[in-house]
């Protein structure tokens, strides 16, 4: 990994009359993944979705590749590199796998090569290109998600919580398949499965009660039950 291609600086998010975010700094390395762990409420999912513009911080600064992006529209944050895999997926059921696929293209043409890659890393997409993405099972709708956000280069990929519930062997597939798109693509992942975290994660913050509340190496926390005892109030080993 080298530099930071993201960082918060003191971000603040309320939604509503509930302030959510209190003052979260982040700094993702470029390359390879980084995980942000927590317990549920932690404000996980509001960190995703403030840097992705679609709930405004009311306070400090996102920057991306050194360009303040607090304020921009969530088009203009995609169109700057920056793609994001909601926990709902964001899927289309209605449409077919293609058609899914065409929406999150640039243009009407895919890149051949591209998405032969990516066909090769999720065989569900080959297989059932012509489907309606609602007859595809939990697992293939995950692998679409995904695809939609590769489908065009990008520099960074925010994916929340792609294993829930998900069998255990769609879930060693995917890592298998992460390993490969964070080759050339930074991933800040979202996560509750704690195997498949660590099996893909160099750094991670761990977040509680909307503030960060440690940042470190992913294999010291690992190997630190009594560090995730203290940190997320559960041993992560047995949390899977």
């Keep these: 990994m080298s530099g930071s291609i993201l960082r918060l600086d003191d971000v603040h998010t309320d939604i509503g009359q509930y302030r959510v975010l209190h003052g979260v700094t982040l700094d993702v390395p470029e390359g390879g993944v980084y995980v942000l762990l927590g317990r549920n409420g932690a404000g996980k999912t509001t960190t995703l979705r403030t840097i992705m513009g679609l709930w405004r911080a009311r306070a400090g600064a996102i920057v991306f590749r050194h360009r303040d992006i607090t304020a921009l529209h969530t088009a203009d944050i995609a169109r700057l ?17 293609e058609e899914n696929m065409r929406l999150a293209s640039a243009t009407s043409r895919f890149d051949r090569t591209r998405l032969g890659r990516i066909q090769d890393l999720f065989p569900a997409i080959r297989q059932f290109w012509d489907k ?69 994660g160099q750094g991670v913050s761990v977040i509680d009660d909307g503030r960060i509340v440690h940042d470190g190496d992913m294999a010291a926390l690992a190997a630190d039950e009594a560090l995730q005892t203290r ?3 559960l041993s992560m080993a047995a949390h899977q």
Excluded: C, H
Aim: glycine share 8%; hydrophobic share 50%.
């Design 231 to 233: 940190l997320l109030s």
């Design 132 to 200: 309606p993405a609602w007859s595809l099972s939990g697992g293939q709708k995950q692998m679409l998600a995904i695809s939609r956000a590769i489908i065009e280069p990008r520099d960074l990929i925010l994916i929340d919580e792609p294993t829930k519930g998900l069998a255990p062997s769609i879930i060693r597939a995917m890592i298998e398949a992460f390993r490969e798109i964070a080759r050339d693509t930074t991933i800040l992942l979202v996560e509750q499965n704690f195997l498949f975290a660590s099996s893909l």
């Design 81 to 97: 590199g920056i793609a994001y895999v909601p926990e709902n997926m964001g899927i289309f059921g209605g449409l077919t796998v």
